[in-house]
């Protein structure tokens, strides 16, 4: 494996890294350590909707995509090179995330309707998506979702409830798996459907997360009628769909790993600048330079990792084992990373940004509180490991 980048891809990592800094303000640090009001998250929003149009006009989103559905047909690195970078800088991309993940499962499982209806909307930055997966008694165990989609005439009738559906309350559609057989083992009786969100019968609720922030949603179908065009892939096919999906978002270990990656050389930065009360720089005391030594080793082995996983996609190898590995490692690294950043802060590592006495503007304070899901949101850690002894190890199941 050569992890170096071709010049064609150093021109374009240049490029991306001038983009950010014409578009990011001067100390952006990513999300609002403390935007935990109505108006903080409506702003945000807007910022995110206004990088999304940036970055389409440039041709940057769905770039690997053929060109007939909008796409650029370039290689799957420079997307890798986007991401990255808009990972590392804070920029606002969940949104822009789930709408290229969608794009990426419609590519692959769409019919040709489908992919010339939604592709190219989405590459002009024009709709948002989320993922409808995670039930109340269906979390990890996504087998278990219970939603129905009944058969009526040319359509099919949803009942049931989606929860932790993050960015729903700005979608415009989701990628929704619903169990049309319910004689048949549990994961044979799956389809995946392409619903407007807009359509009657859909309500939702917000839910809260622990920093404030109201990112993710409770979904309800009453009744919802979705054409039978909108199935995505093979009735009762849903179980590779979503196998893709995941497959996916385990890949989620790397972003936490780019973001975590900033958030040590924040704190570096910091150590090196700050005295304790005999004067010394915190950077001397030996438990916290071999604290961020140790952060330091572990974020390198993920980047690697993370690079190790897009050259295999580059190459069209299996991932769904590594990107399991990858998934817990990132969570709990981050996990580490913020007790000990918040540790090392001392009293001020528990202040947000509003206060006189704040240090690095509330960052460590909002990190903590997030990476309680880290090793729990997408799918747990438990899964991801059973995952990697399966399909990675050959292991029989427990």
């Given at each position: 494996?050569?992890?170096?980048?071709?010049?064609?891809?150093?021109?374009?990592?240049?490029?991306?890294?001038?983009?950010?800094?014409?578009?990011?303000?001067?100390?952006?640090?990513?999300?609002?350590?403390?935007?935990?009001?109505?108006?903080a998250?409506?702003?945000?929003?807007?910022?995110?909707?206004?990088?999304?149009?940036?970055?389409?006009?440039?041709?940057?989103?769905?770039?690997?995509?053929?060109?007939?559905?909008g796409?650029?047909?370039?290689?799957?690195?420079?997307?890798?090179?986007?991401?990255?970078?808009?990972?590392?800088?804070?920029?606002?991309?969940?949104?822009?995330?789930?709408a290229?993940?969608?794009?990426?499962?419609?590519?692959?499982?769409?019919?040709?309707?489908?992919?010339?209806?939604?592709?190219?909307?989405?590459?002009?930055?024009?709709?948002q998506?989320c993922?409808?997966?995670?039930e109340?008694?269906?979390?990890?165990?996504l087998?278990?979702?219970?939603?129905?989609?009944?058969?009526?005439?040319?359509?099919?009738?949803?009942?049931?409830?989606?929860?932790?559906q993050?960015?729903?309350?700005?979608?415009?559609?989701?990628?929704?798996?619903?169990?049309?057989?319910?004689?048949?083992?549990?994961?044979?009786?799956?389809?995946?459907?392409?619903?407007?969100?807009?359509?009657?019968?859909?309500?939702?609720?917000?839910?809260?997360?622990?920093?404030?922030?109201?990112?993710?949603?409770e979904?309800?179908?009453?009744?919802?009628?979705?054409?039978?065009?909108?199935?995505?892939g093979a009735?009762?096919g849903?179980?590779?769909?979503?196998?893709?999906?995941?497959?996916?978002e385990?890949?989620?270990?790397?972003?936490?790993?780019?973001?975590?990656?900033?958030?040590?050389?924040?704190?570096?930065?910091?150590?090196?600048?700050?005295?304790?009360?005999?004067?010394?720089?915190?950077?001397?005391?030996?438990?916290?330079?071999?604290?961020?030594?140790?952060?330091?080793?572990?974020?390198?082995?993920?980047?690697?990792?993370?690079?190790?996983?897009?050259?295999m996609?580059?190459?069209?190898?299996?991932?769904?084992?590594?990107?399991?590995?990858?998934?817990?490692?990132?969570?709990?690294?981050?996990?580490?990373?913020?007790?000990?950043?918040?540790?090392?802060?001392?009293l001020?590592?528990?202040?947000?940004?509003?206060?006189?006495?704040?240090?690095?503007?509330?960052?460590?304070?909002?990190?903590?509180l997030?990476?309680?899901?880290?090793t729990?949101?997408?799918?747990?850690?438990?899964?991801?490991?059973?995952?990697?002894?399966?399909?990675?190890?050959?292991?029989p199941?427990?």
């Open positions: 494996m050569d992890f170096r980048f071709t010049p064609d891809e150093e021109q374009f990592l240049k490029e991306v890294q001038a983009f950010l800094d014409e578009v990011l303000p001067p100390d952006w640090l990513g999300v609002d350590p403390d935007g935990h009001n109505e108006q998250d409506e702003d945000l929003h807007q910022f995110d909707l206004e990088i999304r149009r940036k970055l389409a006009a440039r041709g940057w989103l769905g770039l690997q995509w053929p060109k007939q559905y796409g650029q047909e370039a290689p799957m690195m420079k997307r890798f090179i986007l991401e990255q970078e808009l990972i590392y800088r804070g920029a606002p991309y969940w949104a822009i995330s789930a290229l993940m969608t794009g990426d499962m419609i590519l692959q499982f769409g019919t040709e309707v489908q992919r010339q209806e939604f592709l190219p909307r989405i590459a002009r930055g024009e709709m998506w993922i409808g997966m995670s109340p008694n269906a979390g990890s165990d087998a278990n979702l219970q939603l129905k989609a009944t058969e009526d005439g040319d359509s099919y009738v949803l009942n049931g409830q989606k929860t932790w993050t960015g729903a309350y700005y979608a415009d559609w989701v990628i929704l798996y619903a169990r049309t057989d319910p004689n048949v083992k549990k994961h044979k009786g799956i389809t995946t459907f392409l619903v407007d969100l807009k359509s009657p019968g859909v309500s939702m609720r917000r839910i809260p997360q622990i920093t404030g922030h109201p990112a993710f949603c979904v309800f179908y009453d009744n919802v009628r979705v054409p039978k065009t909108n199935v995505l009735l009762n849903g179980w590779g769909v979503a196998l893709f999906g995941v497959a996916t385990k890949s989620f270990g790397y972003w936490l790993i780019n973001s975590g990656r900033r958030d040590l050389q924040m704190l570096i930065k910091y150590c090196k600048e700050t005295r304790d009360v005999d004067g010394r720089l915190l950077c001397q005391d030996p438990l916290i330079r071999s604290r961020l030594a140790q952060l330091a080793i572990e974020l390198d082995v993920g980047r690697n990792l993370g690079m190790r996983l897009n050259w996609a580059t190459r069209g190898m299996p991932i769904v084992a590594t990107a399991c590995q990858l998934r817990p490692l990132g969570g709990s690294i981050l996990q580490r990373l913020s007790h000990i950043g918040v540790q090392t802060l001392g001020y590592g528990q202040l947000d940004e509003h206060s006189e006495w704040v240090r690095l503007r509330g960052r460590m304070k909002y990190l903590y997030a990476s309680v899901a880290m729990i949101e997408g799918g747990t850690n438990e899964a991801s490991r059973n995952t990697v002894a399966s399909v990675g190890l050959g292991l199941r427990g």
